[in-house]
């Protein structure tokens, strides 16, 4: 059964640093785009990061770029959200999630996503 595990998350000051990753098994997911979205309490889902299957490209919300940083290692299988510069406005679940369809050379679209990860807490104290 395919999955996806998120860890690294927990309670960091702000303007502290945080490198979450995403364990996929069952499946390799290495040649499918792969993307971090954030959901705060009360709030809808977001789109943070994605990186797209050829593992040319990536895309950041603007309420993250020059702070995040999305990565893989194919060979763990494996993607990484180095979040630096943390703010309070950073809390929320993270969720990474990769895309129903392989070698895309775009990045994921938020629809284009098929399987999902449990989720893991960042809170951004101030």
């Known amino acids: 059964q395919e999955q996806l595990v998120e860890s690294g998350g927990g309670l960091v000051q702000a303007g502290g640093s945080l490198r979450l990753s995403c364990a996929a098994s069952?499946?390799?997911?290495?040649?499918?785009?792969m993307g971090w979205f954030r959901q705060a309490a009360g709030q809808e889902r977001e789109f943070v990061a994605g990186?797209?299957?050829?593992?040319?490209?990536?895309s950041y919300a603007n309420s993250v770029k020059g702070r995040f940083i999305i990565s893989r290692d194919r060979a763990k299988n494996t993607v990484y959200l180095q979040m630096n510069s943390l703010k309070p406005e950073d809390t929320a679940v993270y969720y990474c999630?990769?895309?129903?369809?392989?070698?895309?050379?775009?990045?994921?679209?938020?629809?284009?996503?098929?399987?999902w990860g449990q989720g893991t807490q960042v809170t951004v104290s101030s």
């Open positions: 999630a990769a895309d129903r369809r392989p070698w895309r050379t775009a990045v994921p679209g938020p629809s284009e996503y098929g399987a």
């Open positions: 069952g499946r390799t997911f290495s040649a499918y785009g």
């Open positions: 990186i797209s299957g050829s593992g040319g490209k990536t």
